[in-house]
């Protein structure tokens, strides 16, 4: 037996095709916002994210993106498209609801509806006719919040069951990513916390070098902000100023404590600290991105035209460009508070100096933003001081 198209089916093709064609831009919509999101690693991007995809994959006039607060039992608007923020005890409302039960709620005609509150279309001076709201649950299967989406702007009033499926796929996703981001938040306050344990732990014994090390950290990120630096180099370039003088755990008292001009051979034991800090830094078995901080923190003693500390690669321009930056603040912090006994120079007077080295010691791209940073470093210098004071009261 043979089957044949009839002229019905011929006549129901391009309802058919078109159908298809949307599916496949649904998809196509999905998996770029998938992509899209796993990408992003700064929480409030993230939601902006969320929100604009929202709006645009559903093709709705509004959306709103509603996060649970388990402590004060509510849910809230982390966004919400032209609206104030907006609270909810969870179990009330619409999106209380949502969030209390993991129910889909989809409603035709708001003002229908009793769990609607036209308190917030009065607030705005706008009209909701349908809205789709749709849970957003982690991969414990636990709600974290709620998605909406109001008035269908294309393809009828009424939000249908593909619509359903499209923003609950979309509000996985969404859960996932932010999910992604608060333990990625949270390991970084982790490392965050460890590394400043660390170095008022190393203050203990050299009273400067807290204070040094997040002046250099501090000076980084100001180069690394005029010379357009991606905010992941960033960080990176903040552990490694954090940790680029590690390895002066393993100079003696005798050297590191001297407030008097080093003597030769003490020079050699001193310098000895940046190898020690890239053997240290190697056996840390660092992951993630904290894995690039020993190729970048223990050479900021190398120099452009070759030479430096410590022996062997990288050389000249095999230098990675945040070692570079690290290089020159680290320079300009220890001629604008010296450590042996050295001439305290102004900070003019040791970005002069600096200047003087472009292209010999250091990057003359790196040295040039130091003109326009220069007015700031005093302001910079005092608000680390004063914060790295609270930190050593904080952990004692």
């Known amino acids: ?40 690693r700064d929480l409030d991007r993230l939601l902006d994210r969320i929100w604009r995809r929202l709006t645009q994959v559903m093709e709705a006039e509004r959306s709103s993106l509603f996060l649970v607060d388990e402590e004060e039992g509510e849910v809230w608007s982390r966004i919400a498209q032209g609206a104030q923020e907006i609270r909810l005890p969870l179990g009330k409302g619409i999106v209380g609801t949502v969030a209390k039960t993991g129910e889909i709620i989809n409603i035709p005609d708001a003002y229908r509806d009793p769990r609607f509150n036209p308190e917030v279309d009065r607030r705005g001076d706008f009209r909701t006719r349908a809205l789709l709201t749709v849970p957003m649950k982690d991969r414990d299967d636990n709600v974290i919040g709620a998605a909406q989406v109001l008035n ?31 333990l990625y938040q949270e390991q970084r306050e982790a490392i965050d916390a460890i590394i400043a344990g660390l170095n008022v732990g190393m203050s203990g014994r050299d ?54 001009p080093l003597t030769e051979d003490e020079e050699k034991e001193f310098q000895l600290h940046a190898l020690k800090t890239k053997i240290l830094l190697g056996k840390m078995g660092l992951s993630g991105e904290m894995a690039k901080v020993p190729g970048i923190a223990p050479f900021d003693h190398k120099r452009m035209d070759g030479g430096g500390y410590p022996d062997g690669p990288p050389q000249g321009d095999e230098i990675p460009f945040l070692t570079r930056i690290l290089a020159v603040a ?35 791209k790196v040295v040039e933003p130091l003109v326009s940073v220069g007015p700031r470093l005093p302001e910079i210098r005092r608000e680390v001081e004063a914060s790295y004071g609270k930190v050593r009261v904080d952990l004692g």
């Open 152 to 182: 269908k702007r294309q393809g009828g009033e009424i939000f249908t069951r593909e619509d359903e499926a499209l923003l609950l796929a979309l509000a996985t996703l969404s859960a996932v990513a932010i999910e992604t981001v608060n």
């Open 1 to 40: 037996m043979h089957w044949r198209m009839t002229d019905q089916d011929y006549g129901q093709l391009p309802e058919q095709v078109g159908r298809a064609e949307k599916a496949v831009q649904r998809l196509e919509l999905l998996l770029d916002t998938a992509l899209e999101l796993s990408s992003e």
């Open 330 to 364: 680290a320079a300009l912090d220890v001629m604008t508070c010296p450590q042996f006994g050295q001439e305290e120079l102004s900070f003019p007077r040791a970005v002069q100096e600096i200047q003087k080295e472009a292209g010999k010691a250091f990057d003359a």
């Open 207 to 260: 009273p400067s070098y807290g204070e040094h090390v997040y002046r250099v950290e501090a000076y980084c990120l100001a180069l690394a902000e005029e010379l357009g630096v991606p905010e992941e180099e960033r960080r990176i370039l903040r552990y490694s100023a954090l940790l680029h003088d590690l390895g002066q755990i393993g100079v003696p008292d005798s050297v590191l404590l001297k407030k008097a």
